[in-house]
Every structure is written in structure tokens, then in C-alpha cells.
């Protein structure tokens, strides 16, 4: 049984998903890959750990970090984990690259290198938003691209965290909505 709650941010409506214990799901409403670790065997409750996920989104939208992590089940392949583990140490305010990111999981497995396009996908397929922190993963050359809840939340979700988006750019070709 899965279970499901709403939570309306600053930038839309939230769905957040879970299993009983953690959560396994926040997706902006209508953004790329929407609910897709979702089941049709759900129900709408606010188990505690949306209460600890709410309070969590609270802190962040009123513009503090905060100082602890709602209980998280991650749903995905060994790689994607690895992945979005490494999302997870991306601190508050700050970016990280497609590059930085797929050469830290090479030297995690012991490989030379690893393609940042096969990190890129585990970056997308990211079913956690905002909590395992996809958005601030940029291009190496700049570039804003690859963000499933769209570039315009990317970019306010980066300048809410402080972050100087001068620096960065909106592609023309974007694989975000």
C-alpha cells in the first residue's frame, strides 16, 4: 500500500508519496516524469513522516536550510541510488556538476571514467525532488538544462537558496518542460 498527501508550495502544488514508513515520492504537479514509482493501491493519509516532509518543505520554502532529512526510500536501479546519493551531499546553495558527478561515482566503482549522459538520466529519473537535490546540478559548460519540474522552478528554486544564476544560462534546446 502506498500512500499519498498534497502539499501547496510557492511554486505549485506538491505530491509527496510513501510506503508507511518513508517517503518515496515528491513530484511538482504536471512535471516530467510525474508519479512514476506510483501504484494504483494508494490511499491519502498524513502518516508522520509527511508531517516530518512538510515541516522539512516549510523550513525550505521560508528561505532557512533545514537541519534534518525526512526518512527517504529511494526507488531505482543500484546506479540511480549511487546517484542520487551524490545529490544528497550537494550542500545548500551550491551546484555540482553533471561531470563532477559521474566522475565521483567512476572513483566510487573503480572505473576510469563514467558517462555524465547515463548520470544525466539518473539525475532526471530523480523521484525525491527538492529533498535529493536535483536542481543543483548543472551543465559543465553553464548550462541550466535537465530539470524535470522545469528550468523556470530550477532557477527559482537556485536564487531561493542564494545561489548567483549570473554565472549560468538557459539552454535553447532544453530537455526540461
Known sequence: MQYISYYESPLGRILLAGDGRSLTGLWFEGQKYFG?????????????FFRKTK???????SGKEPDFTPELSMEGSDFRKA???VLL?????????YG??????????GLNRMS???????????????????HRVVGTNGSLTGYAGGIDKK??????????IDRFFRPKHSTAP
Not at 563532477?100 to 566503482?109: D, K, L, Y
Not at 549522459?117 to 529519473?125: D, L, S, T
Not at 530523480?126 to 537535490?133: G, T, V
Open 36 to 48: 512514476d514509482t506510483l501504484t494504483k493501491d494508494r490511499e491519502e493519509m498524513e502518516p508522520d
Open 55 to 61: 515541516e522539512w518543505l516549510d523550513i525550505y520554502f
Open 83 to 85: 546517484v542520487w546519493k
Open 89 to 97: 551531499s550537494i550542500p545548500y546553495g551550491q551546484t555540482m556538476t
Open 100 to 109: 563532477e558527478i559521474a566522475a565521483e561515482i567512476a572513483r566510487q566503482r
Open 116 to 134: 555524465a549522459q547515463a548520470v544525466g538520466g539518473a539525475v532526471g529519473h530523480n523521484s525525491i525532488s527538492i529533498i535529493i537535490p536535483c
Open 155 to 164: 532557477i527559482w528554486l537556485l536564487e531561493h537558496e542564494g545561489v548567483d
